[in-house]
């Protein structure tokens, strides 16, 4: 494939300055409260989805029973609203005595007991963004030492209520903070969210070296106009923020929204392939108690999972938009073999696409495409065979590609780090 090498090298100067706390190599996947069940505090009124540690506790079951966790999903995040609107005589954050009676750290040994990590929220500023206490330039060091001390595995630090100066010097002092526990805890920053998220405002370079992954752009909403403007905006700047990406450095285009009430089942599928060929994390947003078999099973799909988790890291491209409203993206993958992604912009019926693989860049060869939602596979494609996809209005076909016969005669597998699924 004639962009292999250029993306493969990025990827390489990109892993050479990542994070040096070993986290992350792959995205992180699991489940965070935000896009779902936002700041609801009302735990008298609604004490099955308040932000409490019932709730939390509710997720991780699910995580742990409901084949979640063997498919990767194996952190709980806890965003915005958990904490007290006081710090502790000590000058300590601390959780809500009413929402959170046990306290973080007893929550984060039920997580730990179930074999999954637990991600905890705060903001570098005044306020968090929900109002509660956040963590000034003086409390870093206090903050990081405290969430070591319940055993957090993960931190998202927001950007609220903070200025610029304030930022540069507090992202770093955090990831500082944090290594210097003694603990694991992967850092997720939302610094260039702030900034715009592209260059002079944004150094990626700093962020790579102190951030196992970033927020770039604005908040994820429950619809399908959301989840467009974010693919918008990362394609749009695929030049800068493809190259920036890498194991343990992470784009986070933010949370996945399928299994709620703003996307179809065809725009679902669209956001896992979209999500996979960017090499993001696998955040869930929704209620894994009532979720839908539909949903679940775009979730749970192992090929994608195997294609957003590839150990290369690469993040993937746009390569073509058509006039036809079709788009067409493209991941390279380890063992020589890609993804690509058929998007339709339509909103009027099935479109069937005719192209081939030499028409997207690859090279002469014989090759095998495995549909990644069917779980049928395409035999006896050159580079030359003209195909045809049909994809549904706001929909995609989505496919893991690979040379004919790898591995003395056997199909190439596709590989993740919970095991293989075996294209047949």
């Not at 489940?31 to 019932?54: A, L, Q, V, Y």
């Not at 993937?316 to 036809?324: A, V």
């Amino acid at each position: 494939m004639k962009l292999l090498p250029v993306i493969s090298l990025l990827a390489l100067t990109s892993a050479t300055s990542a994070l040096d706390n070993g986290l992350m190599r792959t995205p992180p996947m699991g489940w965070m409260s935000w896009e779902r069940f936002r700041c609801n505090i009302d735990c008298e009124n609604d004490p099955k989805n308040c932000i409490s540690e019932n709730l939390f506790r509710d997720m991780a079951d699910r995580l742990a029973e409901d084949g979640w966790k063997e498919m990767g999903y194996d952190h709980v995040m806890i965003d915005d609203c958990w904490s007290s609107m006081l710090r502790d005589k000590d000058g300590r954050l601390q959780p809500d005595p009413q929402r959170f009676p046990g306290g973080i750290a007893k929550l984060a040994r039920y997580l730990h007991d179930r074999g999954l990590k637990l991600g905890i929220y705060g903001d570098l500023g005044t306020h968090t963004c929900g109002g509660y206490p956040g963590t000034t330039l003086d409390k870093i060091d206090t903050d990081a030492q405290t969430f070591a001390s319940w055993g957090v595995d993960f931190l998202k630090l927001d950007g609220c209520y903070s200025n610029e100066e304030e930022q540069q010097k507090g992202y770093p002092l955090m990831s500082k903070a944090l290594n210097a526990t003694g603990r694991p805890i992967g850092y997720s920053c939302s610094w260039p969210a702030y900034r715009g998220g592209l260059p002079p405002s944004v150094n990626y370079t700093l962020l790579g070296e102190i951030c196992n992954l970033w927020r770039n752009y604005d908040d994820i909403q429950d619809s399908w106009d959301s989840v467009q403007d974010i693919t918008d905006w990362f394609f749009d700047n695929q030049e800068i923020l493809q190259p920036e990406a890498g194991p343990g450095r992470w784009n986070d285009p933010d949370m996945l929204i399928i299994g709620n009430f703003g996307l179809s089942v065809d725009q679902s599928r669209s956001q896992m392939a979209l999500w996979a060929i960017m090499a993001a994390p696998l955040i869930m947003s929704n209620n894994l108690r009532t979720l839908s078999s539909e949903a679940r099973a775009i979730l749970q799909n192992g090929a994608a999972i195997a294609i957003n988790q590839d150990p290369m890291g690469v993040q993937g491209r746009r390569l073509l938009q058509e006039r036809s409203q079709i788009e067409v993206y493209w991941r390279p993958l380890s063992q020589s073999a890609s993804a690509l992604v058929f998007l339709s912009r339509r909103q009027d019926m099935p479109y069937r696409y005719h192209t081939s693989l030499a028409k997207l860049n690859y090279t002469a060869g014989s090759y095998e495409a495995y549909d990644v939602f069917t779980g049928k596979t395409l035999s006896g494609l050159s580079a030359a065979t003209e195909f045809t996809v049909s994809i549904n209005p706001s929909g995609v076909v989505m496919w893991y590609v690979y040379p004919k016969m790898h591995y003395d005669g056997f199909p190439s597998p596709l590989k993740h780090q919970h095991g293989y699924i075996t294209v047949d």
